[in-house]
């Protein structure tokens, strides 16, 4: 027997240990090589995988790992979705390679693209630290990017090869033979063939008014999970043939988006009756028009061209909007706290949790102004907010804010004059209630906000041509525009604040951004040396919504999640409901039932509304107001009777 | 034993192989990547966005994702069965429960919360009306640094040791039966650590080849390694003592009789 037989036995031993350790090491890395996730609207595609000379028909859903090729089709809008969020769409006819997609560290990731001809547009993440995302193009083209939307545009249609890239949000380094050029959000650069880039300059009409940006513009526009895409052209006075939206099951928002290059488009719902539902114009693109839980049956809408040039085209969109479901977890938690703060002032803190709200105070108040925001109707003039319960309005000192004449009242924020009765002497100043609901029908979420001194309030003044108009405050068309990128904006900031060291836009804690609401919560910070080890993130589930006001400051509401973990030292326990509570209306909510826990962590909504000041007038933005829920949450069980320490800590609220 | 030998130990390995993974293409099967029956649903990743999961059979996740699911349907379901494919095997979860309405909202899901536990989940259900299959994976979550992942890894070295021990045993049946038993179990661990990486899917089948080339290997490597029984010591030639010299007064002899 053979020294052969155990030669080759020995080997194939060291043969599997050998793949054994190639596949652990393989793994270990692998957090740093995921895939891109392919999406097509319309028409076709082919990808050819790395290291293979074949191509197949590509499909939604497909991976794209590093060194994979998609080749778009005619008649074609795809989109290739990265993991840090970012994506880049591709028009007919392009050609582009997922170069590299690697993640050095957790949450950091590495895009590399090579676009060898067509269109590309890239919406790009907020990039971490150490992030990169870079498109290479002929022409020995580099573009170089840091959380922003352009466009790469690969033309041969003229014999030579040129590249422009259109920046349309942030700013992009474009790099060609050595010589780099910084290209602003409006502005174009070009690189022909053996040349360095041109110098920026604004972005032609011929790409403004292109299908493929009215494209992405609209679809930027869009919020819901996409069903269906239709495009076309039209000319003035020329109405579409009625397309079909799908099928409503009369418990899903619609969502409707049209683009166009500019002009002025209409756009009509067809409800399942047939129809008009509504019509929706306007002379400035998109459109989206948000049909709340729609009628059960089969919908559609028509494109009108009301003032246009010949064959302009347009895109529509319709998507679903799913509500999140943590709406109903956020109103019931608060709901608990609220009751169990009443509990706490009012010194029955071991008496069993009531079971009705109907005799509570912050309920009626609540229940008071809820109705009186139910009566809000498109156009409507400035309305009282708060009239009953533990409150008496000034009536002839009312201010609201209302939300957009054609959408639903889905985020509100209602201020007015008030004085408190219940206080002795009674306590007068404003009032702030910041509401959310899913839609006209469903329930409001409402919690009253303390406006704390020092947060003046913005007039109200709402233009209805969105940002960049100025309008009189008496202007009654109140106007909705949405800032997408402005919860991950903030949620930056926010997190740079925390960590002490301040956000180009966002001065750190002792800043004037969160500052006045902190004062607030001073006596948490004297008192509670819990660990809170927390993190913001965008919640883009909910809209933001933004308004123009009169000083040209924009008052946004915004939603933020929030990862927070209270853990106090040496064995101390987390309470729920905490005994230690203000003055104010304030106190720790933590999601977990009544008890003691030896640390929790959770998961919360904060609902912001801020004022971000005109860039030029050095002010930092100020956050006026906001309300937090706790949406989910683990527990570990408290070992010990312990209580909260007594030193001092990084602590922080908003 | 020589060359020849050797020869049939290699044929014998990759008839071993061949055959495991004949097998399980054999039986290779991918679940269906939609949704039937008029069901809709889906997932919105706070970080990853929404998706439509009617039309997409892999759903990719981030670590920091808290996911929301929603499905609707054309009326109240009052049967859900949920499957996880491990393997390419169907293991069926306990009962959870009919939705009893057509608009089901699921509470929304921390993915850190379960992504220290698996990187990678198949998993079918099944209503009245419906079925519908999924693939998450939470895309920057170690294949290794999870539970399943890292219980892969260690079974993968731990079924790796017990080879190398059979294959040094002395190749009897218990040998061999602790063989491919360790090459089953390191196959296995392997396996699962593949579909961790998602080179293997684990709807299919594929993910059975591992498990069964280490048994098979296990069986053939056993005893290949045993140590050469030592040659048995040469017999111990009688002593024998010189005779004493005759006492004779004659020349000595030339040598001794036999």
Redesign the interface.
Known sequence: MSRARRVLGLGAIVLLFLAYAGVVAVAVVAVGSASANLSLFLGSAHVQKSGSSASSVAHSGDQLRAGDVVRTGEATKAAVGYPDGSISRLDSNSFLQVHNLASPKNGVWNVELIQFGGKSWHVVHALAGGASFQVDAPNSVTVQVRGTEFEVIVDSAAGATSVRVDSWTGLVDVTARGTKVQVSGGQSTSVQAGKTPSAAAPISDADRNDSFTVFNQALDATRGALVSVNGGSLSEGQTSAPLPAGFADGSTDLELTLGWPGSKFGLTAIGPDGTDFRTDSSDTPPVTMLIPKAAAGSWAYKVQALESKPREPYWAFVSWRVRPPWEAVAAGTYQQWAFDHRNLAAGVFAAPVPTSLDSEPLLKMDQSALQLVALFQKGDPIRLIYASGAFTADPNDEEAYVAAPSGPLDTFLGIGNATATSYTPALHGKVMVLFTRSGPGASWLASNVTIVGGASLPTVAVGNDGYATMVAPSAQDHFLVSSPDLGAMVAADLNLGLTGAGGTRFPGFTGPYIQPILNDHQFYKQTFNWLVVDRYAAAPEYTTYSYLLADGSVLDFVTLTRQVTYSPPRGGCVLQPTPFYGAGDYSFLVGPPRGAYASVSQTELLSLAIVVPPKASGKTIQAIGGFGAVTTWTETPCSSRGTPGSGKGAFGYI | ???A??TI??GR?FTALLGAMALSLAFAQVAA?DIQGGC?A?A?G???????LT????L?L???D?L?V?G?APQAQTRLDVTVYLFGLAIPMPEVGGLHE??N????I?L??YSRYTRVVDLSATTNDCTGSLLVSV???????NTV?GAG?IL??LG?LG??KA?FGKGRIGGRIGGALAGFI?GAG?SL??Q??LWIDPRNTAGLAPPIAGLL?GVL?AG??KR?PRAPATPAQPVVEPAPDPPTLSAPAEGLAP
């Open positions: 034993m020589s060359s030998s050797g130990v290699v390995l990547a809709k889906w919105i706070s970080q990853s966005g929404s998706v439509d039309s997409v059979s892999e990719h981030l670590r920091g808290v929301a929603r609707l057509t608009d909202s699921q509470t929304q921390v850190s919360t895309d920057d979550q170690s294949p290794i640094l992942g890894a993968g070295l790796l080879v190398l294959a390191g392997v650590l593949l961790q990486m290997l490597l290949t390694l050469a």
